[in-house]
């Protein structure tokens, strides 16, 4: 048969066959069939050779973001040496892949204008943050070590965790850890401590607050007033690959309605695995990152209350307040570390009696006296620090506090 007869074959008369493709056609009225034809002489006619013409009517707002074609000559098929990639869609960032699925999920504009607009930064600085080294941190451990003594537990896991990135080379990854104890003993002071060892960024989630649930991976898109979580703006939008942060008062959110307490600790459960969180996603922007270098470090007075299958992700430590020399000793190295942050070592210096007075307080409320009976001497021009200085400081009569 003639491909005339062909489609005319076996129809009623006044109908023609139009076919789709090679396969499937359509038996339609003439006059359908030759307005069907002028239509698609004329869309060939005014079709742009390229190849995201029938995209354009999605793409004529917001345009795409604009990356080097090669940005893999800049930043490599893996991250170069001291650095972990975290950013797991870049060819589709710098492609507009992502941004094009998005706008066909979306009519909201204004998302779609605020997603473009962060796109553009993350496509600008890269897929790869730093990370720190083992051999860096294991240097300063000894001195944390004789600041806090009563931490010598949950130093040692840090010690192993610095000495196995060493050995590998590899990134230092830190398991979750929850430190137990009564307030006043130094746990959020040794989180602290343990980023500015790291030279990494120190964040904190209160579970003691209600937006507690959406904190860590951000809230959900569908809301007018969504926002990123802090981990997707440490990490995404910041240096580093490895920042600490502190679960500040985890047994708190259980203290909520069930509902609520499930809600700001579930988040946890995906974050805390390194498996699961080498493929994070952001609730407010569905953009996936590895997050599998946080060190996490959560804080409690007691496990009641805190689910099971929270527990089992972290090394739990009891933390016991100092022994008195230990608070002793940790006073002196409070002394020390603050007159050198603040350049006043060699200016200042504190009576040895003031280290006993300092004892009895929390390492946070330790440094805090320092600073104030520093900038009172530096005021005074006077160049000693003696105990009944440190009295005038805390606001305290001289007999407040017995040794």
């Not at 000495?163 to 990854?173: C, G, I, Q």
Request: with cysteine.
């Amino acid at each position: 048969m003639t491909e005339s007869s062909l489609a005319t074959s076996n129809l009623p008369p006044g109908y023609e066959r139009w076919f789709l493709d090679n396969r499937v056609s359509l038996a339609l009225p003439m006059a359908v069939v030759d307005a069907l034809v002028v239509e698609q002489s004329e869309s060939r006619a005014e079709r742009k050779p390229t190849p995201t013409a029938a995209l354009a009517p999605l793409t004529k707002e917001v345009s795409q973001p604009k990356a080097a074609p090669g940005w893999r000559d800049s930043w490599g098929e893996v991250a170069a040496a001291g650095q972990h990639r975290v950013l797991l869609q870049f060819d589709a960032l710098c492609g507009g892949g992502f941004l094009t699925e998005r706008r066909l999920r979306s009519a909201d504009s204004g998302v779609t204008e605020r997603l473009q607009s962060l796109v553009e930064l993350l496509v600008k600085r890269g897929p790869d943050r730093r990370y720190t080294h083992g051999d860096a941190a294991r240097a300063k451990l000894e001195s944390l070590g004789q600041e806090m003594p009563h931490f010598r537990a949950p130093l040692r896991l840090l010690t192993h965790a610095l000495a196995l990135a060493e050995a590998a080379p590899r990134p230092v990854r830190i398991p979750p850890m929850l430190l137990l104890g009564p307030p006043g003993v130094g746990k959020t002071h040794f989180s602290q401590q343990i980023a500015q060892l790291l030279g990494v960024p120190h964040a904190v989630v209160s579970f003691d607050q209600p937006s507690a649930g959406n904190q860590l991976r951000g809230s959900d898109k569908h809301w007018s007033n969504s926002s990123t979580g802090l981990l997707f703006e440490l990490l995404c939008l910041g240096q580093h690959a490895n920042p600490v942060v502190l679960l500040d008062e985890l047994d708190k959110a259980a203290v909520d309605s069930f509902t609520e307490a499930r809600s700001a600790l579930s988040q946890l459960h995906g974050v805390l695995e390194q498996v699961t969180a080498c493929r994070c996603v952001d609730n407010s922007v569905d953009i996936e990152f590895d997050a599998s270098l946080v060190t996490y470090i959560a804080t409690a007075n007691s496990v009641r209350g805190i689910e099971p299958s929270i527990l089992s992700r972290f090394e739990v430590f009891v933390i016991e307040p100092p022994e008195p020399r230990e608070a002793v000793e940790t006073a002196r190295r409070v002394v020390e570390s603050a007159l050198q942050r603040m350049g006043l070592n060699e200016r200042l210096r504190f009576d040895r009696k003031c280290h006993y007075l300092l004892a009895h307080l929390s390492p946070r409320q330790m440094a805090r006296t320092v600073e104030k009976a520093a900038a009172s001497a530096i005021v005074e021009n006077r160049q000693v620090i003696c105990q009944a200085d440190l009295w005038d400081d805390l606001g305290l009569p001289s007999d407040a506090l017995t040794h």
